[in-house]
């Protein structure tokens, strides 16, 4: 059977790419012919800490050869105590975050819709403030919160109990969206009702890596808990160690009331993810919000094991940090070599962004790094911006190879242009 003749159109990602895929290791994937893609893509960032990592795969087939439990709803099994143990141990509490965890699903949206169904029965309040160029997931409260107009233009219902702001630099940083959200909460004239919720991204991945600055987080903390707004920080994409610490929050010095996380909290690309929220916030009747998939097992044994292997101490962060570093003078120097084309470089540890001034261009320059060899996808309103998203764990070697690759695919489309 061709298959793809019968899978629906809404593939996107293979027309990208077309070849078949059959390996993956570390930070390549291998193609049916045997070919080496080096991935700067990791699954989205649901593979920070690569593909097929030997730790996690160890502790996976054990598992497995042990008949361990695969589907359990939300009983008690080892699995899910070694994993609460873990997480406990080396993120909540070196950090001192007061947080109960919720296994909302498998996937984002489904941490997003949780924290949006439990700030709202919180506070009895309905509207949730969100801002331009966020995206939160594919389901319909998640697509109320979202920015993209394609994506929410799927919806087909009307999305609405939102108020949308300016994300920190929009409109290249001519309109501030706190001091309109403050000022319009001081107004009773200004037409807003006291929201339920505001929920933000530190870094808008799938918006074009716009990276809020520290002080804006912070002073977007400081409005909600002055005027009793519950803080979610989706960190389903940025959480995790992409930016350096293991929550992108961090850096800014504040603690939200509710955090989304999913993507790489399995470590190993299985589906899972967790809503945290503040201890005096868990006001859910047993059953209230569930799902069947959020006994993902074998997602609970490598989530421990990636606790165990990189969040042990200050190691991986302070390399991501490090990294950071040469990928922002890398595209520092491609944005001076190409001022008339590039117009922005964003990012932070080791997620980041080159936007063009024509989106074409960017698509242009992603096809050329697949031609030779580099996994990198756009982003942006316009996918006018090239994301990387190197694993973690890739080698110092695999990191200049793959910016080797990125600074000729810049240099070849420009001249084609």
């Given at each position: 059977m061709?298959?793809p003749?019968i899978?629906?159109?809404?593939?996107?990602?293979?027309?990208n790419w077309?070849?078949?895929?059959?390996?993956?290791?570390g930070?390549?994937m291998?193609?049916r012919?045997?070919?080496?893609?080096?991935?700067f893509?990791?699954?989205a960032?649901?593979?920070?800490?690569?593909?097929?990592?030997?730790v996690?795969?160890r502790a996976?087939i054990?598992?497995l050869?042990?008949?361990g439990?695969t589907?359990?709803?939300?009983?008690?099994?080892?699995?899910k105590?070694?994993?609460?143990?873990?997480f406990?141990?080396?993120?909540?509490?070196p950090?001192?975050?007061?947080?109960?965890?919720q296994?909302p699903?498998p996937?984002g949206?489904?941490?997003?819709?949780?924290?949006?169904k439990?700030?709202?029965?919180?506070?009895?309040?309905?509207?949730?403030?969100a801002?331009?160029g966020?995206?939160?997931?594919?389901s319909l409260?998640?697509?109320?919160v979202?920015?993209?107009?394609?994506?929410?233009g799927?919806?087909?219902?009307?999305?609405g109990?939102?108020?949308?702001?300016?994300?920190d630099?929009?409109?290249?940083?001519?309109?501030?969206?706190?001091?309109?959200l403050d000022?319009?909460?001081a107004?009773s004239?200004?037409?807003m009702?006291?929201?339920?919720a505001?929920i933000?991204?530190t870094v808008q991945?799938?918006?074009?890596v716009?990276a809020a600055?520290?002080?804006?987080?912070?002073?977007?903390a400081?409005?909600?808990?002055?005027?009793?707004?519950?803080?979610i920080?989706?960190?389903?994409q940025m959480?995790?160690?992409?930016?350096?610490?293991?929550?992108s929050f961090?850096?800014?010095g504040i603690?939200?009331?509710?955090?989304?996380?999913?993507?790489?909290?399995s470590g190993?690309?299985?589906?899972?993810a967790?809503?945290l929220?503040r201890?005096e916030?868990?006001?859910w009747?047993?059953g209230?919000?569930?799902?069947?998939f959020?006994?993902?097992?074998?997602?609970?044994?490598?989530?421990?094991a990636?606790?165990r292997?990189?969040w042990?101490?200050?190691?991986?962060?302070?390399?991501t940090?490090?990294?950071?570093?040469?990928?922002?003078?890398?595209l520092?120097?491609?944005?001076?070599?190409y001022p008339a084309h590039?117009?922005?470089?964003?990012?932070?540890?080791?997620?980041?962004?080159?936007?063009f001034?024509?989106?074409?261009?960017?698509?242009?320059?992603?096809?050329?790094?697949f031609?030779a060899?580099l996994l990198?996808?756009?982003?942006?309103?316009?996918?006018?911006?090239?994301?990387?998203?190197?694993?973690?764990?890739s080698?110092d070697a695999?990191l200049?190879?793959?910016?080797?690759?990125?600074?000729?695919s810049?240099?070849?489309a420009?001249?084609a242009?």
């Amino acid at each position: 059977m061709n298959v793809p003749t019968i899978e629906s159109e809404v593939r996107s990602y293979c027309r990208n790419w077309p070849v078949e895929f059959e390996r993956a290791a570390g930070s390549r994937m291998f193609d049916r012919d045997g070919r080496a893609y080096l991935d700067f893509f990791a699954g989205a960032g649901a593979l920070n800490y690569g593909h097929n990592h030997p730790v996690l795969k160890r502790a996976l087939i054990s598992y497995l050869e042990q008949d361990g439990v695969t589907h359990s709803l939300d009983m008690l099994t080892l699995a899910k105590q070694d994993f609460l143990a873990e997480f406990a141990g080396r993120v909540l509490g070196p950090r001192r975050l007061d947080y109960r965890v919720q296994f909302p699903g498998p996937t984002g949206t489904n941490s997003v819709e949780a924290a949006l169904k439990l700030a709202r029965k919180v506070t009895g309040r309905q509207t949730v403030v969100a801002f331009t160029g966020g995206f939160h997931g594919m389901s319909l409260g998640s697509l109320a919160v979202t920015g993209n107009a394609s994506k929410r233009g799927g919806a087909g219902v009307p999305l609405g109990h939102t108020w949308r702001l300016p994300y920190d630099g929009f409109a290249g940083g001519e309109v501030s969206g706190l001091k309109l959200l403050d000022a319009m909460l001081a107004d009773s004239s200004s037409g807003m009702d006291l929201p339920a919720a505001v929920i933000v991204e530190t870094v808008q991945g799938e918006g074009g890596v716009n990276a809020a600055g520290p002080v804006w987080l912070a002073d977007l903390a400081e409005i909600c808990r002055r005027r009793g707004i519950l803080l979610i920080i989706d960190d389903i994409q940025m959480g995790c160690g992409r930016t350096g610490p293991f929550f992108s929050f961090e850096s800014a010095g504040i603690i939200p009331d509710i955090v989304c996380l999913s993507k790489s909290i399995s470590g190993y690309g299985l589906p899972m993810a967790l809503t945290l929220f503040r201890t005096e916030l868990d006001v859910w009747e047993p059953g209230e919000h569930n799902g069947t998939f959020r006994g993902n097992n074998p997602a609970f044994v490598t989530a421990a094991a990636a606790l165990r292997e990189f969040w042990a101490d200050s190691t991986l962060e302070k390399q991501t940090a490090g990294r950071g570093l040469l990928f922002e003078e890398t595209l520092r120097e491609l944005a001076d070599q190409y001022p008339a084309h590039v117009s922005e470089l964003r990012g932070r540890g080791l997620v980041w962004g080159l936007a063009f001034r024509e989106p074409d261009l960017a698509g242009r320059v992603a096809e050329a790094a697949f031609a030779a060899g580099l996994l990198v996808e756009t982003a942006g309103s316009s996918d006018e911006v090239v994301k990387l998203l190197p694993p973690l764990t890739s080698t110092d070697a695999e990191l200049a190879e793959g910016l080797g690759i990125l600074r000729e695919s810049v240099r070849s489309a420009v001249n084609a242009s």
